[in-house]
């Protein structure tokens, strides 16, 4: 689709934006053939949208950032939206998971649905605070462990001084997180500040990989609360093929990408 080269820049880049909100991560080079202009101006426009908050550049292109509004999140809001991206998502994540592992699992849908997938016959120990991983542990022969703590129905989870006590324990193979929102400049981000201080401590207590699940549509949002910058992350299992230049700056970063 050519658009008018001719148009105000402030329109063009007002189509940019409808772009990318149908195709949050894109090539320069893409928008380039879609509105008919030169690289070098969907570059000029790309940075004024990122001084002005609305994109990041990626090497090549831009990611359209985004403020999730939510003030908390719950699981089974979660467990209604694109289950069968994170069934196959949680089912990736499994296969990663060997014998005699010991793992860390955090909170939410996806990350709860790890332990369903993994072979009923391979001895892991698995570490968690995600009370929903309950409803497929006779699925598997995993040997299961709880952390204590305060149980909050909204996110099926335990959380307070006594998980963050266990928690400091253990030194774990690997962790896997869901993630509510990726962004390259904020890092891991989540709306809920009790669930960032147990998954620091998490991080903080993982000998081996920092696994993070998430959906594409994640990619480029941003909640209130930090968990961990992007350096910190060492595998991204997404549901689909991202554009190359962001793939290049995850390479920089030295994250795997894992398209489940």
């Known amino acids: ?5 001719t148009i105000l820049p402030a329109q063009r880049r007002q189509h940019i934006l409808e772009i990318l909100r149908q195709e949050p991560i894109i ?7 879609m509105l008919g202009v030169s690289e070098m101006t969907i570059r000029r426009d790309l940075d004024v ?3 002005q908050g609305l994109v990041e550049r990626t090497h090549g292109g831009a990611i359209l950032r985004q403020e999730r509004v939510d003030g908390k999140f719950f699981y089974h809001r979660s467990r209604q939206q694109n289950p069968g991206q994170k069934q196959s998502i949680a089912q990736r994540a499994a296969s990663l998971i060997e014998d005699h592992d010991t793992v860390f699992l955090g909170e939410g ?10 072979d009923p016959q391979r001895p892991v120990t698995i570490f968690t605070n995600n009370l929903a991983v309950l409803a497929d542990a006779g699925r598997s022969a995993a040997e299961i462990i709880l952390l204590p703590g305060v149980y909050d ?6 959380s307070g001084p006594l998980t963050l006590e266990m928690i400091e324990r253990i030194n774990a193979d690997k962790l896997f997180l869901g993630a509510d929102g990726l962004s390259l400049r904020s890092g891991m981000t989540t709306p809920n500040l009790e669930i960032a201080v147990i998954e620091r401590s998490m991080i903080r207590h993982t000998r081996g990989k920092v696994i993070v699940m998430a959906e594409h549509a994640k990619f480029g949002m941003v909640a209130q609360v930090e968990i961990a910058p992007m350096e910190r992350i060492d595998v991204i299992i997404t549901n689909r093929e991202i554009p190359g230049g962001f793939r290049k700056d995850l390479d920089r970063l030295k994250i795997e990408l894992v398209v489940a």
Request: charged content about 25%; glycine content about 6%.
């Open 27 to 33: 090539r320069g080079a893409r928008l380039s053939e």
């Open 153 to 158: 129905a909204d996110t099926q989870s335990v």
């Open 49 to 51: 949208l990122e001084k």
């Open 109 to 118: 849908y996806t990350a709860s649905q790890i332990v369903g997938h993994i």
């Open 1 to 5: 689709m050519k658009k008018n080269a």
